[in-house]
T-cell receptor, first 115, second 112 residues
Framework: DAGVIQSPRHEVTEMGQEVTLRCKPISGHDYLFWYRQTMMRGLELLIYFNNNVPIDDSGMPEDRFSAKMPNASFSTLKIQPSEPRDSAVYFC?????????????FGPGTRLTVL | DQQVKQNSPSLSVQEGRISILNCDYTNSMFDYFLWYKKYPAEGPTFLISISSIKDKNEDGRFTVFLNKSAKHLSLHIVPSQPGDSAVYFCAASGDSNYQLIWGAGTKLIIKP
């Protein structure tokens, strides 16, 4: 089975542009997480979904960030307008309820650079 | 307020020796503790976990020890190999939700 798929792997954009990051979780998983990793703040949870419903978005830095999960196999994280401080690696992860340890499976990440 | 702490940003170990990575936590309600390994330009990958009702879990060269009274866990890698060079994250989970609470990571460097 394929793991978590993210696209694009790299994104370079200019300040003020809209950026959309995409994620396909592992089939059958019912939790989906969006993380951001930076040197300064480490791995930060932005938002997570359960059965396509957003559960906790308290980690979303500001209103410029939004996330959707229209169905069980697809999620997007959108930044509009983007700013240089949004430059980071964004990870998507998924997990299956009832595994006990709540192990999450990560995608390869999207490296975002905002100029 | 960091609930999971990895106080060593980096660790250098000779190949063949034991690597010991440490993690401290503050919340006694955590049910599970997990270790992840991360290579550059890749996502973190799960390595090993331990339930809060156990004090040791072993998987090949990797052993995790849990000391609940001290709120401390450690990951032992024996023997250390060059491919073990990576960033290691400690994470904890509770039964009230499905989030993982992450440490800041420790960069392990295995010297040949």
């Amino acid at each position: 089975d394929a793991g978590v798929i993210q696209s694009p792997r790299h994104e370079v954009t200019e300040m003020g542009q809209e950026v959309t990051l995409r994620c396909k979780p592992i089939s059958g998983h019912d939790y989906l997480f969006w993380y951001r990793q930076t040197m300064m703040r480490g791995l930060e949870l932005l938002i997570y979904f359960n059965n396509n419903v957003p559960i906790d978005d308290s980690g979303m830095p500001e209103d410029r960030f939004s996330a959707k999960m229209p169905n069980a196999s697809f999620s997007t994280l959108k930044i509009q307008p983007s700013e240089p401080r949004d430059s980071a690696v964004y990870f998507c992860a998924s997990s299956l309820e009832g595994t006990g340890s709540n192990e999450q499976f990560f995608g390869p990440g999207t490296r975002l650079t905002v100029l | 307020d960091q609930q999971v702490k990895q106080n060593s940003p980096s660790l250098s170990v000779q190949e063949g020796r034991i690597s010991i990575l440490n993690c401290d936590y503050t919340n006694s309600m955590f049910d599970y503790f997990l270790w992840y390994k991360k290579y550059p330009a890749e996502g973190p990958t799960f390595l090993i976990s331990i339930s809060s009702i156990k004090d040791k879990n072993e998987d090949g060269r990797f052993t995790v020890f849990l000391n609940k009274s001290a709120k401390h866990l450690s990951l032992h890698i024996v023997p250390s190999q060059p491919g073990d060079s990576a960033v290691y994250f400690c994470a904890a989970s509770g039964d009230s939700n499905y989030q993982l609470i992450w440490g800041a990571g420790t960069k392990l460097i295995i010297k040949p």
